[in-house]
T-cell receptor, first 114, second 108 residues
Framework: NAGVTQTPKFQVLKTGQSMTLQCAQD?????MSWYRQDPGMGLRLIHY???????DQGEVPNGYNVSRSTTEDFPLRLLSAAPSQTSVYFC?????????????FGQGTRLTVV | GIQVEQSPPDLILQEGANSTLRCNFS?????LQWFHQNPWGQLINLFY???GTKQNGRLSATTVATERYSLLYISSSQTTDSGVYFC??????????FGQGTRLTINP
């Protein structure tokens, strides 16, 4: 049981490049989400999903796309990277309802856009 | 939306000291979690505590939902307790809202 796995751990992009951050969970959680953490701040929600085929925007969605084709995977796509997207990205998963809905986080992806 | 405020923002203690971290939130919540972000950036789950009191070794947490606050207690601090402690809440649909964190430094 690996929990929430994010890849890669580190990435450097040039402005305008695209990339996909991968997130996978093996806990059969319906709910998955992406957050970004900027220096000295708490995490802010980018996008979330309540199940396969269903996604919605969070607090800071601009510049990011998501899709959810399976319960296990929730990739985050940057279509045209900008320096403002330099941040640490965290993926999380949890049960959607019923009982304890504790969120579990991956180890993070540190992204630098130059 | 809901506001989450943590205090103090910074705390510097000597090894062996006790500490209390506070999390205030502006509306009723379904879920409250405490996390420890270690110096390597990992977010470690400490407590899932929408109400009541829980203890895990030297750490304990209490949430008084009716008064909209939660407290995290750390006793007999160790240098490995250093890092940033986050409180996060949601009101449903699992969208967590994080506080700004308390940076704890434990000196040997």
């Amino acid at each position: 049981n690996a929990g929430v796995t994010q890849t890669p751990k580190f990435q450097v992009l040039k402005t305008g490049q695209s990339m996909t951050l991968q997130c996978a969970q093996d806990m059969n959680h319906e709910y998955m989400s992406w957050y970004r953490q900027d220096p000295g701040m708490g995490l802010r929600l980018i996008h979330y999903s309540v199940g396969a085929g269903i996604t919605d925007q969070g607090e800071v969605p601009n510049g990011y796309n998501v899709s959810r084709s399976t319960t296990e995977d929730f990739p985050l796509r940057l279509l045209s990277a900008a320096p403002s997207q330099t941040s640490v990205y965290f993926c999380a998963s949890s049960l959607l309802q019923g009982g304890e809905t504790e969120a579990f986080f991956g180890q993070g992806t540190r992204l630098t856009v130059v | 939306g809901i506001q989450v405020e943590q205090s103090p923002p910074d705390l510097i203690l000597q090894e062996g000291a006790n500490s209390t971290l506070r999390c205030n939130f502006s509306d009723s919540v379904n879920n409250l979690q405490w996390f420890h972000q270690n110096p390597w950036g990992q977010l470690i789950n400490l407590f899932y505590i929408p109400s009541g009191t829980k203890q895990n070794g030297r750490l304990s947490a209490t949430t008084v939902a009716t008064e909209r606050y939660s407290l995290l207690y750390i006793s007999s601090s160790q240098t490995t307790d250093s890092g940033v402690y986050f409180c996060a809440v949601n009101q449903g649909a699992q969208k967590l809202v994080f506080g700004q964190g308390t940076r704890l430094t434990i000196n040997p």
